[in-house]
């Protein structure tokens, strides 16, 4: 029975750690020893603490998707260049900035 218990915990925190990144935006892509790739990572809580990227590239769409639940968060395309880079290397430096949403809403007039 505590088995049980322990379970469903389980399944809701990860339902939790889903829903604590808002939005990704990928601002840069460029060459420096291998690709890099500059990311924004939108919190939707100042106490969210969880990102966990997988990275992926398909044809010359590089995509970033949460390890957890599977879902794309963001995707760019890249050029030949870049893609061949990618290939070569076999990894990609993620430059993350994280920013994180006020906890009383977005601010809309300054």
Known sequence: MIFHN????YIYLFGVIDTMVDTVEIS???????????????MN?????DFRPALTCSGNEFQISDKISGNQLA?????????????????AELRVKFNVHGMHGKLAII
């Open 6 to 9: 322990e379970t469903i915990i």
């Open 28 to 42: 840069r892509v460029n060459i420096r020893d291998n690709l890099s790739v500059d990311v924004s990572v939108w």
């Open 45 to 49: 809580h100042p106490d969210d603490w």
């Open 75 to 91: 995707s760019v395309e890249l050029s030949d260049e870049e893609l061949e880079v990618l290939q070569r290397d076999r990894v």
